[in-house]
């Protein structure tokens, strides 16, 4: 008697006939947003994320100095269009007049035959000057537009020695105008020793005439739509000579030397 095999396999076997173990299903691999399992790190990718960061960096700084960079050439161009447009000039300081208010001078030997006489193991010759003169100059401004002046300071030198000093405060000048500042010098009573004393007794009694030197520096800045310009200096250099007998200028010479802007 032939057995016939069962055309519908059984769950324990394949189509074949074979028997395989029946087994537990097989496990899905551990979720990552399982908390209990704690042999599984998360994956971070740091790598990407901080090159990433640097590239953004250093395209915010390009752009930036890309910025910068048209902003400063843009207001370069703006100052080259003024400054053009403007054709700014140095201003002109100049002394106009110099009046001898007081003009004194103290020795012990009055006269340069008593000095040549003196026995020369003595003390040296002194002198005391004392003077007070009152100086006006002509500030002219040839520009479009207005000039600022700060503090100006001038000092009257007699042989290289300082006897006194004048300041004049700051002030603004309108365009295509002429102004009239004033500076006194008062010297009481500065001693001069020596060879320099020897020669102001000299110069007064037997020449009557004492030359003087007022140095200055006198600083200024053109204003262009409410901006200063960079600072423009003109250097106020004049030989004076004083009669001490008439008390009155006997002669004026001046030099400027200005920097153009």
């Known amino acids: 008697m032939t057995s016939r095999a069962n ?3 059984t769950p324990n076997g394949t189509a074949n006939g074979e028997h395989r173990p029946r087994g537990p299903p097989p496990r899905p691999p551990p979720s990552s947003s399982n908390p209990h399992n704690s042999n599984h790190h998360p994956y971070y990718p740091t790598t990407s994320s901080s090159s990433s960061s640097s590239a953004s960096f250093k395209g ?3 752009c930036l100095f890309l910025l910068f960079s048209f902003l400063a050439l843009l207001v370069l161009a703006v100052v080259l269009v003024i400054i053009l447009a403007v054709k700014p000039k140095k201003p002109q300081f100049d002394l106009q007049q110099v009046g001898v208010q007081y003009m004194g001078i103290n020795s012990p030997n009055p006269t340069p035959a008593a000095a040549a006489t003196a026995d020369p193991n003595q003390n040296p010759t002194s002198a005391s000057l004392s003077l007070s003169i009152r100086m006006l100059f002509s500030a002219v401004n ?3 537009v207005g000039i600022r002046y700060g503090e100006s300071r001038f000092t009257v030198m007699y042989r290289g020695i300082p006897l006194g000093k004048a300041s004049v405060p700051g002030f603004f000048q309108d365009a295509h105008t002429v102004r009239q500042v004033v500076a006194t010098i008062s010297v ?3 001693n001069l020793l020596q060879a ?3 020669d102001l007794i000299r110069d007064a009694s037997l020449n009557d005439r004492v030359e003087l030197r007022v140095l200055g520096d ?6 262009v739509l409410n901006f200063d310009s960079p ?3 003109v250097s106020v250099d004049c ?4 009669s001490p007998r008439k008390q009155s200028l006997t002669y004026k010479q001046c030099g400027f030397d200005g920097l153009s802007v």
Do not use: H, T
Request: proline share 11%.
């Open 7 to 9: 055309p519908n396999p």
């Open 60 to 62: 915010c700084c390009c």
């Open 142 to 144: 040839p520009n479009k």
């Open 188 to 190: 009481d009573r500065v």
């Open 196 to 198: 320099d004393a020897a």
């Open 218 to 223: 006198v600083g200024a800045k053109i204003r």
């Open 231 to 233: 600072g423009v200096q």
């Open 239 to 242: 030989a004076i000579v004083i």
